[in-house]
Each structure stands twice: as structure tokens, then as C-alpha cells.
């Protein structure tokens, strides 16, 4: 794309699922395109590359996906290590790790109330997410649209290879 890169936030299970999920290759992050087998991995792929969008994330979202690795039985030293190629991709890729205000009250789970404060203050393009309760209220308050990663995917290469014509 021509543009500058668009604020987009990933949620916890883009996070989670790229290393724990189906036909997870983690470290290694396959180039997209081809996508994998792996949405969520494809999703860190295409933040990695840093050219399309730049990822934001927040300490609520670091210190969640690193509770659920360990739910997972991942030992402490690959979480921390994990937590840091995070934070590595969102600079990298242009973002930034920010502690939003609250300011997203309606959606009926808390934690996803915090993801839509993230996307509110980084004022992002969108948030990728496999959570059905955030997919469903999608686009919310008819502004901020919340794709699946296997569509998001498929949406940026469809962009990419706009951008070449």
C-alpha cells in the first residue's frame, strides 16, 4: 500500500493462538503472502513486515497473553522471551505499548471493553480478533471494524496486490 501505516490492534487470542495454534512454526514467521495454515501467525507476519499498518498494544494485553501461556505450560523464560518479540513487532512495526483510558463501557465482557479502549485511543483502523463476542458487535458503534485474522489476511494481500497494479 502507498498510504502511511494504519493504527490496527490484535487481541489477546491473535497473540496466543499464533504460537499455540494450529500449525503454530513459532519462531519462525512465515512470509505473507502465501497465508499458512496459522491466521494469527500470518497476522504477526504481516505486522513484522511493517509496511502496511503499525500494531499497538497494551499492558493488559502483554500480561494476559503471557497468563494464558502459562495456562498453556509454557515455562516462564520462553513467556518473557515471547513478550519481548511482542514489543519488538510493535516497534518495529511503527506502534506503540500504551495504557488507554477507559472509555469503552457497553460491550458485555470487560476485557473486551479494554481492547476497544486501546483501538479508541491508538485511533485504529481496526482490531483482529477470533473472540466471537468482539467479532459479533462488529463494526462497533458503526466505526470500528473487528475482522477475524484469517479475513484480515486475506483483506491485506487482496491490498498488496492492488497496490502493485
Known amino acids: 500500500m ?4 494504519k493504527p490496527v490492534v490484535f487481541d489477546i487470542h491473535i497473540f496466543v ?22 491466521a494469527a501467525a500470518d497476522c504477526l507476519s504481516i505486522a513484522f513486515d511493517a509496511s502496511d499498518f503499525s500494531l499497538f498494544c497494551s499492558p493488559h494485553i502483554l500480561e494476559n497473553t503471557a497468563r494464558v501461556l502459562k ?5 516462564q523464560p520462553n513467556i518473557t522471551s515471547y513478550i519481548e518479540a511482542i514489543i ?3 516497534e518495529t512495526s511503527g506502534g506503540r505499548i500504551i495504557d488507554p483510558p477507559r ?12 481492547i476497544i479502549d486501546l483501538a479508541l485511543a491508538c485511533e485504529a483502523w481496526l482490531i483482529v480478533s477470533d473472540d466471537t463476542d ?7 458503534n458503526n466505526r470500528l ?4 485474522p484469517r479475513e484480515f489476511v486475506r483483506r491485506i ?9
Open 88 to 90: 519488538d513487532l510493535v
Open 145 to 148: 471494524p473487528i475482522l477475524r
Open 134 to 140: 468482539l467479532t459479533s458487535i462488529s463494526p462497533w
Open 2 to 5: 502507498n498510504t502511511l501505516p
Open 17 to 38: 493462538n499464533a504460537v499455540v495454534g494450529e500449525d503454530s512454526q513459532w519462531p519462525y514467521l512465515a512470509q505473507v503472502p502465501p497465508a499458512s495454515q496459522n
Open 71 to 75: 495456562r498453556f505450560g509454557w515455562s
Open 157 to 165: 494481500i487482496m491490498l498488496r496486490r492492488q497496490s502493485q497494479f
Open 103 to 114: 472509555a469503552a463501557f457497553d460491550v458485555a465482557d470487560f476485557e473486551d471493553n479494554l
